[in-house]
């Protein structure tokens, strides 16, 4: 890699991630910042002319299990250990469309 990374560019690619970064530590941000963008051009330099891209080294297949029915709980089962409820169902605070919310 030709250009060095600046310690500008340190600060911009920063404020894009949303991180604070300590002034006295951008030079060696800069620096960690270089050797990566050098070891992309190294991988830029093999050749993967006739090589599949993957998203993995192993084939993957899902194992998947029969779909059986099994034992099946009561509501009273499934309720008994719910902190709040109001029967039958659990009872859960208000999360969408309180009062600040209905303002559209």
Not at 18 to 45: H, N, Q, W
Not at 75 to 85: F, G, H
């Amino acid at each position: 890699m030709a250009e060095k990374i600046s310690i500008e560019q340190v600060r911009h690619v920063a404020k894009l991630a949303r991180l604070a970064i300590p002034e006295d530590k951008l030079p060696k941000f800069a620096s960690e910042l270089e050797s990566i963008l050098g070891y992309v051009d190294k991988l830029r330099e093999v050749n993967v002319e006739g090589v599949e891209p993957t998203a993995h080294p192993l084939p993957l297949s899902n194992v998947m299990r029969d779909d059986d029915i099994g034992p099946v709980l009561t509501t009273e089962q499934v309720l008994a250990n719910a902190p709040d409820r109001d029967d039958p169902f659990f009872k859960v605070p208000k999360v969408i469309g309180g009062d600040e919310d209905s303002s559209g």
